[in-house]
């Protein structure tokens, strides 16, 4: 079974920093990634996805990742924040099997001004 | 811009009352899932749906049942619900099973069982 770990329940950073969000999952074959948005209010909504190819997949809002197999790691960065990106970010993996899409807890992001 | 759309956003019932939250989808996907989420947990999976008439377990499925009558439509029945059923719930649909297929959610239910 695969899982996924956000170590960071909560980051806070200030307008105009670099972020970094931490993903770590646990699957044994070839994963698929993904991380969501959830704005207050709002379901889910996909920022990007990643299978295979580059490492570094491009999402919307100017968000990236990068899918590094030696450290079963997904982390997602964006080089300058604004307050708008105030959110919950969850990482995701499926292993392959329809309807197995496991969640992480969750990261809860505030940017100051 | 997929659409799904969940009725009621908030619900307040009692324990052992009966609850139905409704889940509609107006772009044809075939699949539709239920979870529900709650601190420290992120999303977990109830139900999951791949047509009309089917039904599939998800990770959590005790005390729930789940109804899909049309391709539009995935209902959540809680008959007998309890306080550990308060939490906050969404719909979700994708158009195929892939894996590479994104869900579309919609914007929650909230349900408080006192």
């Known amino acids: 079974a695969q899982s996924v770990t956000q170590p960071d329940a909560r980051v806070t950073v200030s307008e105009g920093a670099s972020l970094q969000l931490r993903c770590k999952y646990s699957?044994?074959?070839?994963?698929?990634l993904f991380w969501y948005v959830q704005y207050p209010r709002q379901g889910l909504q996909l920022l990007l996805k990643?299978?295979?190819?580059?490492?570094v997949v491009q999402g919307v809002n100017g968000f990236e990742a990068e899918f590094i197999k030696s450290n079963s790691s997904f982390h997602l960065r964006k080089a300058s924040v604004h307050w708008s990106d105030s959110a919950v970010y969850f990482c995701a993996v499926s292993a392959g099997v329809v309807g197995q899409l496991t969640f992480g807890r969750g990261t809860r992001l505030q940017v100051y001004a | 811009e997929a659409a799904v759309t969940q009725s009621p956003r908030n619900k307040v019932t009692v324990t052992g009352g009966n609850v139905t939250l409704s889940c509609r989808q107006t772009?044809?996907?075939?699949?539709m899932y239920w979870y529900r989420q709650d601190t420290g947990h992120g999303l977990r999976l109830i139900h999951y749906?791949?047509?009309?008439?089917?039904?599939q377990i998800g990770d959590v499925p005790d005390g729930y049942k789940a109804t899909r009558t049309t391709q539009e439509d995935f209902f959540l029945l809680l008959e007998l619900a309890s306080p550990s059923q308060t939490s906050l719930y969404f719909c979700?649909?994708?158009?195929?099973?892939?894996?590479?297929?994104?869900?579309?959610f919609g914007p929650g239910t909230r349900l408080t069982v006192l």
């Open positions: 699957y044994s074959g070839t994963p698929y």
């Open positions: 979700a649909s994708s158009r195929d099973w892939g894996d590479y297929a994104e869900q579309f």
């Open positions: 990643y299978y295979s190819g580059d490492p």
């Open positions: 772009n044809s996907h075939n699949y």
């Open positions: 749906s791949y047509g009309a008439g089917n039904l």
